[in-house]
């Protein structure tokens, strides 16, 4: 990192009305937030936020992202207070990116223009489909109608940065009788996206998380998901339509249009500090002399346990991974490769010593040999095309 | 101490199902004897090393001597002798039969006769021993003893009103069967005056008197400080120490023809006994050794190499260590070109072989790959003398080759009648030929002669299931038979894979290969590259398939907490291809290379 250093805050908001059944996220299912649980849980981040800022002592403030579960469950209030003491604990970045992830539901429609009156500048859209049927299958609350209403009360509201998440691949349709082909389906959520037009698409193909309903049903075979060449399909058929349209892949699973790049997520690529408060949240810490490649924190995920940690004046967080330079080599590898410019060798050897031909020689000749990977002159690493699609067999040959 | 009169001895075993109360039954034995109180019993002085260190030597068998009074006021002497239970092992089964004159079978009587029951029931009836049928747990409310018996009748063909009624947990019965074991099973024969014969029936390892001996004396008597010779191995030997187990060593200065014991007679590793082997003394040997005895010779091959080349060392020292604890196992280098270094290990049957792989693994911590079993062919190439193979890639060029003979055997089968047909069937599949069948009531015994290349790897199974259950074989080497065999090769991505070769039947080559590349195509996961699997004779390509080049290989979402868990993910996705080996640019995982046991598994 150059220049002065920075911190990203990525506050967790655990509390969601139904839990989707492919997410293995740390949620909280709360049927109706009320004020006192809310306010409860936002002291708890605030003065877990009071304990945790000396860590980050010098630090100035690049980007505040509240995510969950359903952080616009949050009254417009409790945003505000959580915005504005993270400006008190850490001076702001002008322009500092702050996002706040959104349900498309009625009553979360109706607070955006106050969540924009509180501080927030970027949202984050859970559209993930325009399909009520897919909708209905992904085991989301909302119907497809909502979505776009939502998106349409965002711009009503002021936001010109808007991000838009999309689910692909999910319950292979075509199974059914009368169901369409995923790449129909597809299609038109894609239609329906460039047609509204946001800064940024997060497109995710549906993953089986283990402990979740939808591997269980994987498991016992009620579930099928599209095979590895149609999720290879999609896959490409999105890159497709989105950089025809004017976006740019800048990591395997994120588009944008010039200049709305996501500040925050890009952090995690770049394995940049964070500083992530509330239950089950990770934080990244800035190297130190005792941790020249930082350390790695988690916190509870058990609410009442992170509740009663924080009340009680003690660290919510678990043991601290300390990042051995073998582990963060690899990391550095396998995260900076996901984003479009990959890995410079310069800054990595700034980091490790040396360039990363140094310690991965035969992997990264394989790699390249079998047109997976690109090696510039100056030993930068990016994938290729195929070596996105296979990112993860890539990657196995450096951690 | 006066010696115990020849016809005051009872020799017998417990021939049962696993849960039927075998132990329990022994236990109650052991107390309504007076062997041992109900207090201090057996597994809890087993717990206890110091005691068993104390009295110097481990007790492995659940053998134990009881001293038994008669109602009549006559005092016996009872020997309850233990008896190992597989396949691979009925040879040491045989044995430990061959030291007793009777055998308790035990029933569950609600559950009735089990397989495994029945299978030993014969084995114990083929040795010619007095059959006690036993009918347990009859303080169950499920209890059936009238239909167990009849069932007893049936399928043994014992008579069902001779069935004594036992409840070992309650202790009902068992008064009446230690007078039913007097009153039946046959006092041992054998003459004291003359030369010594001890029949070596079972043995372990001790680590600090290295290997005990579970002998029977069968003719004349062992005094310790006797000079003996092994009658098999031909070595002598002091006899240090004997002792009876009651169910303690206890030591005795002699045991004479008709008794069981310990022998400790410095013999430091188990690869200095034979099972089956015959003691005599030094000065005065007998003229012949007991019949029956069995050099356990390996009969099944297998390739062992360490996933890992760096491992090779610490396999070498595990076979080692593996081999002093165990005779009938033996193991020589090997190099293959698509595993490297490892060894040829060769062992009494498959399952003796897988047993050796998994305490590798197990207690040796070793990653391994096992090529699949083979027998010992006989090669009687164009020119010069013939010679023995034990694998595949020994095979010389077919054009260097007069012919090949292969290993057969003369399996015999017990069945009840019902699934004869079944077992005909599976005997006729393997290139069996029917010797003779003979029907004793319900049972029925089957001899085939088969190739032993046809029955090492899943034989014993298919006749479980071809029979639920009920089937037992064993079987005898025959010498070696000339056979129209020919070598199959498994080429991949156009190498050939010498680890995956196997000596077939001409008639059989073809299907065989084309279904191997099949099983091969569902172990082998896509990879960068397509993977052409071909099965070829010689140079003739019989079967093709292919593995899809991996299409996509991506993870999603990776952010902020996830970062560790994808991290080690990425871990365990690598540690997974380690364990493959890499044969070209193709990584073959371990399972692969035993592809060739799950043929015919539909």
């Not at chain 1, 790699?367 to 997976?372: D, K, N, Q, R, Y």
């Not at chain 2, 055997?409 to 005909?424: D, F, K, R």
Request: proline residues 6%; aromatic residues 6%; hydrophobic residues 40%.
């Amino acid at each position: 990192m150059q220049g002065e250093p920075t911190v990203g805050l990525y506050v967790h908001v655990p509390f969601c009305e139904r839990i989707c059944p492919y997410c293995d996220f740390a949620v909280v299912a709360a049927r109706r937030l009320g004020p006192e649980r809310e306010d409860r849980y936002i002291d708890a981040l605030l003065a877990e936020l009071e304990r945790r800022a000396p860590d980050f002592a010098g630090h100035s403030l690049a980007s505040l992202y509240l995510g969950g579960g359903t952080p616009s469950l949050l009254r417009p209030e409790s945003v505000r207070r959580v915005i504005e003491e993270a400006q008190r604990h850490f001076a702001p970045l002008a322009p500092v990116e702050i996002t706040l992830e959104v349900n498309p539901s009625s009553v979360e429609r109706e607070r955006l223009p106050a969540f924009r009156a509180a501080g927030v500048g970027r949202l984050s859209i859970g559209i993930q489909s325009f399909d009520d049927t897919r909708l209905q299958r992904l085991g989301r609350a909302h119907k497809a109608e909502e979505g776009r209403r939502t998106l349409a009360a965002a711009r009503a509201a002021g936001f010109d940065n808007v991000s838009l998440d999309l689910l692909f691949a999910g319950p292979a349709p075509q199974a059914e009788p009368g169901g369409e082909a995923s790449e129909v389906l597809l299609d038109r959520d894609l239609d329906a996206t460039l047609e509204f037009g946001p800064e940024h698409v997060s497109a995710y193909e549906l993953t089986l998380e283990a402990g979740t309903p939808f591997a269980a049903a994987a498991q016992a075979g009620v579930l099928r998901l599209p095979d590895e060449e149609t999720a290879a399909a999609l896959i490409e058929r999105v890159e497709e339509r989105l950089t025809a349209a004017g976006y740019e892949r800048y990591e395997i699973s994120s588009y944008a249009r010039p200049g709305f790049r996501a500040v925050h997520n890009q952090r995690y690529w770049l394995r940049a500090p964070v500083l992530g408060i509330g239950m089950g949240a990770w934080s990244s810490e800035p190297p130190s002399p005792g941790a020249p490649h930082g350390v790695r924190r988690a916190n509870s995920r058990q609410l009442e346990t992170y509740l009663e940690r924080v009340e009680s004046g003690r660290s919510p967080a678990g043991e601290p991974e300390p990042l051995t330079p073998a582990i963060a080599r690899g990391e550095a590898v396998f995260l900076s490769l996901r984003r479009r410019e990959g890995l410079a060798a310069a800054g990595f050897a700034a980091e490790f010593g040396a360039p990363p031909r140094h310690f991965f020689a035969p992997a990264i000749e394989a790699l390249t040999e079998a047109h997976l990977l690109t090696e510039s002159t100056d030993g930068d690493l990016t994938l290729t095309a195929r070596g996105r699609m296979l990112s993860d067999s890539v990657f196995a040959h450096f951690v | 101490m006066t010696e115990i009169p020849r016809e005051r001895i009872r020799n017998f075993c417990i021939v049962a199902h696993i849960d039927h109360g075998k132990s329990t039954l022994a236990d109650r034995l052991l107390e309504v004897t007076g062997t041992v109180s109900a207090r201090d019993h057996r597994a809890q002085f087993l717990d206890n090393m110091d005691l068993e260190r104390e009295r110097g030597i481990t007790i492995k068998a659940q053998t134990a001597r009881m001293k038994y009074r008669a109602p009549d006021g006559d005092s016996y002497v009872l020997n309850l002798i233990d008896t190992p239970g597989h396949v691979d092992f009925s040879y040491e089964v045989s044995r430990a039969l061959a030291a007793c004159e009777g055998a308790v079978l035990v029933v569950d009587a609600s559950q009735g006769i089990e397989a495994q029951t029945l299978a030993n029931a014969y084995l114990a009836i083929d040795a010619g021993l007095e059959i006690i049928p036993v009918l347990n747990k009859i303080d169950l409310p499920s209890a059936e003893p009238d239909r167990v018996a009849r069932e007893i009748e049936e399928v043994v063909g014992l008579d069902a009103s001779d069935v004594l009624l036992v409840s070992a947990k309650e202790g009902k019965g068992v008064a009446e069967l230690l007078e039913r074991i007097v009153e039946r099973v046959p006092a041992p024969e054998g003459d004291r005056d003359a030369p010594t014969r001890a029949l070596v029936f079972d043995s372990w390892f001790d680590p600090y008197v290295g290997a005990v001996l579970l002998v029977r004396v069968v003719d004349g008597r062992l005094s310790v400080r006797d000079r003996v010779r092994f009658m098999a191995t031909g070595s002598e030997r002091e006899v240090q120490q004997l002792s009876v187990i009651e169910p303690y060593p206890c030591p005795v200065a002699s045991l004479a023809a008709g008794e069981v014991g310990i022998v400790v007679a410095g013999l430091k590793t188990l690869a200095e006994v034979r099972i089956g082997d015959t003691i005599t003394s030094r000065d005065g040997p007998a003229a012949e050794a007991l019949v029956g005895f069995r050099e356990a010779k390996p009969m099944v091959f297998a390739g062992l190499y360490p996933v890992e080349a760096e491992a090779y060392r610490d396999l070498k020292a595990a076979l080692e260590k593996l081999k002093l604890n165990d005779s009938s196992f033996a193991y020589e280098p090997e190099t293959s070109v698509a595993l490297g270094f490892g060894f040829r290990c060769g062992f009494l049957g498959f399952l003796h072989g897988e047993i050796i792989q998994e305490r590798l693994e197990r207690e040796y911590d070793l990653d391994l790959i096992t090529t699949a079993p083979t027998v010992r062919y006989r090669v009687v190439p164009k020119s010069g003398e013939p010679f023995e193979i034990e694998s595949p890639a020994a095979l010389p060029e077919p054009g260097d080759l007069d012919h090949i003979e292969e290993p057969m055997i003369s399996a015999t089968i017990h069945v009840p009648s019902e699934y004869v047909g079944a077992v005909l069937a599976l005997c006729q599949d393997r290139r069996g030929t029917q010797q003779d069948m003979a029907v004793h009531g319900s049972r029925v015994q089957i001899r085939y002669r088969l190739p032993l290349g046809e029955v090492v790897t899943d034989f014993h199974d298919r006749i479980k299931s071809a029979t639920r259950g009920y089937g037992s074989y064993d079987y005898e080497f025959m010498g070696y038979e000339r056979a129209p065999l020919v070598k199959l090769d498994i080429l991949v991505n156009g190498d050939m894979v010498d680890a995956l070769s196997l000596i077939v039947h001409r008639d059989k080559a073809h299907s065989q290969g084309t279904e191997l590349a099949r099983k091969l195509k569902e172990f082998i996961p896509r990879q960068m590259y397509e993977v052409a699997i071909q099965a070829a004779i010689g140079t003739k390509v019989i079967a093709r398939t292919t593995v899809k080049a991996l299409r996509k290989n991506v993870t999603a979402k990776c952010y902020g907490g996830d970062i560790t868990r994808k991290r080690k993910l990425l871990e365990k996705q690598k540690r997974g291809k380690r364990r493959m080996k890499k044969v070209g640019n193709v990584e073959i995982p371990q399972e692969a290379f035993l592809a060739a046991l799950k043929l015919g598994d539909e």
